[in-house]
């Protein structure tokens, strides 16, 4: 059994920045791809950014292009997620995910999710 836990969120001013982490254990984080998304309530959870298992391929939603990075620490078994330049739209509540493909950008293809950390961005 694979479990997920996100930290890193909190109360940001918009122009500021945020560094979520997502700690794997159960199993070797390089057997997953893995994915940060979010979801507003009463929303769809939208895809924000996803890394390859070998960390050479990612894929970033188009709202945070140049803005989000997405990156693994595959020996501490760590995903992270830093934001810069955030914006009141990027909140809402975060999660990571662990697909078993190579580089999954569809939200069915994630096989294990974290209880989400909260993000907020004031203006």
């Known amino acids: 059994q694979v479990q997920l836990v996100e930290s890193g969120g909190g109360l940001v001013q918009a122009g500021g920045s945020l560094r979520l982490s997502c700690a794997v254990s159960?199993?070797?984080?390089?057997?997953?791809?893995m994915g940060w998304f979010r979801q507003a309530t009463g929303k769809e959870r939208e895809l924000v950014a996803a890394?390859?298992?070998?960390?050479?391929?990612?894929h970033y939603a188009d709202s945070v292009k140049g803005r989000f990075s997405i990156s693994r620490g595959n020996a501490k078994n760590t995903v992270y997620l830093q934001m810069n330049s955030l914006k009141p739209e990027d909140t809402d509540v975060y999660y990571c995910?662990?697909?078993?493909?190579?580089?999954?950008?569809?939200?069915?293809?994630?096989?294990?999710w974290g209880q989400g950390t909260q993000v907020t961005v004031s203006s």
């Open positions: 159960g199993r070797t984080l390089s057997t997953y791809s």
């Open positions: 890394v390859s298992r070998s960390g050479d391929g990612t």
């Open positions: 995910a662990a697909a078993r493909v190579g580089l999954a950008i569809r939200t069915e293809l994630y096989d294990y």
